[in-house]
């Protein structure tokens, strides 16, 4: 059940294996196609230009997935592990199938990138031996929500500010950071991961080390449809039953986010941009 998406621009090209781990509403695009869209308008303003190609592949079998083996990942740059209703944390057979790809990936692909999306996001902690689960509040972080930002962060989004704002979709987080002593010979003894930033319900809302790895809790791409509409799905699911929380999260869906930073930050994860500009701040104003 794979879908290839072509570059929309005449560019050197970077080749991203997407791997969906759910499905959005029937009446939106695929999590793949508009991941797709998001971060081919961020190559387009990446310094030189960027064009993406990428290739969707659903891996959950109940919905009519499976999970791809190492040989199909050949010519691709990197992966993108999306975001999904299952737990990362659990034990469902084709989470352990996808963490073993993983692993081999990780461990026989020494210049192949790994970025993931909320689910994505801890599953690819996991991997490097995080834990991961419930938030201790119990609660969900919905729709927009401020990420502070460490000096990681801040160089990431190349922005002098201290905060950015993305929508969220998420009950569980990466507890704990990972590094080498967690990760099972995965990372080097001198590798260090780094956090990107923080919110006062996630501790850890992303996870980065240059040229690997790149991960976000947040989702960067969603919209405001896509925002009521996933709330909509989870309430009437019973995973959010907090209808308060629900409608004053439904509330934020239009207001703007920052998510073409988040793109643009993938993006220099497989090829830093060489236009000289460290931060936004600095980039001088059109008359």
Same mark, same amino acid.
């Given at each position: 059940?794979?879908?290839?998406?072509?570059?929309?621009?005449?560019?050197?090209?970077?080749?991203?294996?997407?791997?969906?781990?759910?499905?959005?509403?029937?009446?939106?695009?695929?999590?793949?196609?508009?991941?797709?869209?998001?971060?081919?308008?961020?190559?387009?303003?990446?310094?030189?230009?960027? /064009?993406? #190609? =990428?290739?969707?592949? @659903?891996?959950? !079998?109940?919905?009519?997935?499976?999970?791809?083996?190492?040989? %199909?990942?050949?010519?691709?740059?990197?992966?993108?592990?999306?975001?999904?209703?299952?737990?990362?944390?659990?034990?469902?057979?084709?989470?352990?199938?996808?963490?073993?790809?993983?692993?081999?990936?990780?461990?026989?692909?020494?210049?192949?990138?790994?970025?993931?999306?909320?689910?994505?996001?801890?599953?690819?902690?996991?991997?490097?031996?995080?834990?991961?689960?419930?938030?201790?509040?119990?609660?969900?972080?919905?729709?927009?929500?401020?990420?502070?930002?460490?000096?990681?962060?801040?160089?990431?989004?190349?922005?002098?500010?201290?905060?950015?704002?993305?929508?969220?979709?998420?009950?569980?987080?990466?507890?704990?950071?990972? /590094?080498? #002593? =967690?990760?099972?010979? @995965?990372?080097? !003894?001198?590798?260090?991961?780094?956090?990107?930033?923080?919110? %006062?319900?996630?501790?850890?809302?992303?996870?980065?080390?240059?040229?690997?790895?790149?991960?976000?809790?947040?989702?960067?791409?969603?919209?405001?449809?896509?925002?009521?509409?996933?709330?909509?799905?989870?309430?009437?699911?019973?995973?959010?039953?907090?209808?308060?929380?629900?409608?004053?999260?439904?509330?934020?869906?239009?207001?703007?986010?920052?998510?073409?930073?988040?793109?643009?930050?993938?993006?220099?994860?497989?090829?830093?941009?060489?236009?000289?500009?460290?931060?936004?701040?600095?980039?001088?104003?059109?008359?």
């Amino acid at each position: 059940m794979s879908r290839h998406f072509r570059p929309t621009i005449d560019a050197p090209v970077i080749k991203l294996f997407v791997l969906e781990t759910d499905e959005t509403a029937p009446e939106q695009e695929s999590f793949a196609e508009i991941l797709h869209n998001h971060m081919s308008k961020a190559g387009a303003s990446h310094h030189p230009p960027l /064009g993406i #190609e =990428t290739e969707q592949e @659903l891996v959950v !079998p109940e919905l009519g997935g499976r999970v791809p083996k190492y040989e %199909e990942f050949e010519g691709y740059d990197g992966l993108l592990i999306t975001g999904s209703r299952y737990d990362a944390h659990g034990d469902d057979q084709w989470i352990m199938d996808l963490l073993d790809l993983l692993r081999e990936l990780w461990k026989r692909r020494p210049a192949f990138c790994f970025t993931g999306v909320c689910f994505g996001c801890q599953l690819l902690a996991r991997l490097l031996g995080a834990k991961i689960g419930p938030a201790p509040s119990g609660d969900w972080e919905l729709a927009h929500s401020k990420i502070n930002l460490s000096p990681v962060g801040q160089r990431l989004f190349r922005t002098k500010k201290p905060e950015i704002f993305l929508h969220q979709m998420h009950a569980d987080q990466v507890k704990e950071m990972p /590094g080498p #002593e =967690t990760a099972d010979g @995965l990372l080097k !003894p001198d590798t260090e991961v780094q956090c990107w930033g923080s919110s %006062e319900h996630t501790p850890i809302q992303g996870l980065y080390i240059p040229s690997r790895l790149f991960t976000t809790q947040a989702h960067l791409a969603f919209d405001e449809d896509m925002v009521r509409r996933q709330i909509e799905m989870r309430v009437e699911s019973g995973g959010i039953q907090d209808l308060a929380h629900a409608d004053q999260a439904r509330e934020t869906a239009h207001l703007e986010h920052d998510g073409d930073k988040v793109a643009a930050a993938i993006l220099r994860v497989f090829q830093f941009d060489n236009d000289g500009v460290a931060y936004e701040e600095d980039i001088p104003t059109k008359p």
